[in-house]
């Protein structure tokens, strides 16, 4: 209801769970799916890998809601390829606005559990590899950041504070198309997918804290 009456948003379909979330994905390919954690058949976690991983849903950015108790579906969320994930006591306007930030690629991650997600994922990270690369891809992320240039460390930072690519552009001075170009370059020297997995590679470098925040 809230996303239907928001003029600029349209929504394609509704699945009652994970198995018929991914089949819908495929056939109607919507530039964003707001994925439940809990789902019968197939859990949310485990539809989201399906939709990562399948590269004919490249395009395809899910944005995963939770609650505080689940973070163990959170840390799978992240392994899983997710864009980001959102509290369900979220109110309307911060949905709108993470279905938006989603579609324009930047990350999502609730600032209210952020820190305490993220410290406790790089704990599990070191003993398992991060979504979207090879065997080391841990250790191969963070070496790749030797290769990064200063403003793209620059972006890093800024991207790990949770800031969308319009206020890493205003804060560096930099237009949304130089930032994007940015992130991507970062991905392809990290070996990783997505944003929020550049997030928490900045925390597993030591680059950035839990608190740190925008």
Not at 57 to 78: H, I, K, M, S
Not at 131 to 151: F, H, I, K, N, Q
Not at 161 to 171: H, M, V, Y
């Amino acid at each position: 209801m809230i996303l239907d009456n928001e003029p600029d948003v349209t929504v394609v379909g509704e699945a009652g769970d994970g198995e018929t979330a991914v089949a819908m994905a495929r056939a109607v390919r919507p530039d964003v799916v707001l994925m439940d954690v809990r789902m019968p058949r197939l859990d949310g976690i485990g539809a989201t890998a399906r939709i990562a991983a399948d590269p004919d849903l490249a395009g395809v950015r899910t944005l995963v809601l939770t609650t505080f108790d689940d973070d163990e579906y959170v840390y799978g969320a992240l392994r899983a390829g997710a864009a980001g994930f959102l509290l369900k006591d979220a109110d309307p306007q911060t949905l709108v606005d993470a279905v938006h930030r989603v579609r324009a690629g930047d990350s999502l991650l609730d600032p209210a559990v952020t820190g305490r997600i993220i410290s406790t994922y790089v704990e599990l990270a070191r003993h398992t590899p991060l979504a979207g690369g090879g065997a080391d891809d841990g250790a191969g992320a963070t070496g790749g950041l030797d290769s990064a240039t200063p403003r793209e460390r620059e972006v890093l930072l800024a991207v790990a504070r949770g800031l969308s690519n319009r206020e890493i552009g205003a804060e560096l001075h930099l237009t949304e198309a130089t930032v994007k170009s940015h992130v991507r370059s970062l991905l392809t020297k990290v070996g990783l997918t997505n944003r929020v997995q550049l997030v928490v590679l900045a925390y597993e470098a030591g680059l950035v804290r839990p608190g740190d925040r925008a």
